[in-house]
């Protein structure tokens, strides 16, 4: 009835409830499609995520099998298509045989290939001057220090005066001797008398040859006091200083390598001492220098060091002023020459059994081939044993094959 007031209210209650249900369910939707859209954003980033991933690991894959340069692929070549696996390319090389030097490295130090010792020859004195410094070269005879010689002046001096008195005697005798001749035939004289004078005028005479033997000893004496040089050659030490007074037992004041010739003292194993007779050519190289000094050996040691089993081996080489004897230095000695293949350091491997390479068969195989290392030098890697030269050897890439793959081989051609 309209004009009850429960009956309105009723309707009022059921109007506000109907509202409130509706409201409920509209925010109920709204959650729903952020929860959805939220969902299909994580997809979509999951899936561009993924589609990402897997173009970087094809471009990584195609850029490892295809980016080669040179045209040789590595051995890690994937499937390239639905119907297979492609065949890689690989290169090989056939060495052949080419002369290779067999060489021996040797270390040592440097001296004086003849050194020489100089020291007080005479009685000695005081050093007055010294004439010449380390590292000049002298002549044969050539002063080197001078010793004071005042005293030994002077008695030269009177030995030069006993020769001219001397000399004036033999004269007087030889005068009387042939005045008394002429008298002998007049009877003047006897015999016994020109028997007498003969023997004074010859013992005059022999008082002249002793001074002036004395004179002579003096003077040789006196110039014995300069220190000289016994030879031509380099000044390598001085141990004396003006003022210093020297004598025979002060030793030795300097040292001189004569003719400036040097030599490498170089240490060698037994087995290889055998292998570089005299007149081996080598090249020596002192520490602390780029040089390549040319020698040869000129002495072999006659006898081995029982604690080091080592021996020596002398090299003759010319002066340079980087050779410093005392110091050390490198050396490389041409052992002879040798027919073998030569590879470039990239084609031998090492693995716990040794050396390896690898090799194309005929049916397009890898094989692994065993091989002992020989002579190492800027050329390559000579192959002791284990190859002919004719097998076709793998170059680059060695470290991603295994035995067995099969390959497609492309021929680099050798500058041998």
């Known amino acids: 009835m309209p004009g009850r007031p429960e009956l309105t209210a009723k309707r009022g209650l059921g109007v506000n409830y109907e509202r409130k249900v509706d409201s409920m369910d509209s925010l109920a939707g709204t959650q729903s499609y952020y929860e959805d859209a939220d969902n299909r954003r994580k997809r979509s980033r999951l899936i561009i995520a993924l589609v990402l991933i897997v173009l970087a690991l094809a471009a990584a894959y195609f850029a490892f099998t295809s980016g080669k340069g040179d045209g040789a692929a590595t051995a890690g070549a994937a499937a390239g298509g639905p119907g297979g696996e492609s065949i890689p390319n690989i290169t090989v090389m056939v060495p052949g045989r080419v002369s290779v030097q067999a060489t021996i490295a040797a270390n040592g130090t440097i001296a004086a290939r003849r050194e020489m010792p100089v020291g007080v020859a005479g009685e000695g004195g005081q050093v007055v001057r010294v004439l010449v410094e380390p590292g000049q070269w002298v002549g044969a005879g050539q002063t080197l220090a001078v010793i004071d010689r005042a005293v030994q002046t002077q008695q030269t001096a009177g030995l030069a005066a006993q020769i001219r008195v001397a000399q004036a005697d033999a004269n007087l005798a030889q005068a009387e001797l042939e005045r008394a001749e002429t008298l002998v035939g007049r009877g003047f004289i006897s015999k016994a008398d020109m028997d007498r004078k003969r023997a004074t005028r010859d013992a005059a005479n022999a008082r002249v040859r002793v001074a002036q033997a004395q004179h002579a000893e003096a003077v040789a004496r006196t110039g014995r006091l300069n220190i000289v040089a016994p030879e031509a050659g380099l000044v390598l030490t001085r141990q004396v200083e003006p003022g210093q007074v020297v004598g025979a037992g002060s030793g030795v004041l300097f040292r001189m390598a004569k003719g400036g010739e040097m030599e490498m003292l170089a240490q060698l194993s037994e087995a290889d001492l055998q292998r570089v007779p005299v007149g081996t050519r080598a090249t020596v190289t002192p520490v602390g220098t780029t040089l390549s000094i040319a020698g040869q050996v000129w002495q072999q040691s006659p006898v ?37 293949p030569l590879l470039p350091e990239s084609a031998v491997q090492s693995g716990p059994e040794g050396n390896y390479v690898l090799i194309v ?54 500058s041998q």
């Open 361 to 414: 068969g005929k049916d397009n195989k890898i094989a692994r081939l065993p091989v002992k290392v020989g002579e190492v030098s800027d050329r390559g890697v000579s192959i002791a044993s284990g190859l002919t030269g004719n097998e076709r050897v793998v170059v680059l890439a060695g470290a991603f094959l295994n035995v067995g793959d099969t390959v497609k081989p492309v021929l680099q051609k050798t």
């Open 304 to 340: 081995i060091n029982m604690d080091t089993r080592q021996g020596t081996v002398r090299i003759a080489i010319p002066y340079s002023t980087a050779l410093r004897p005392g110091g050390f230095a490198d050396a490389r000695l041409v052992a002879g020459t040798a027919e073998a």
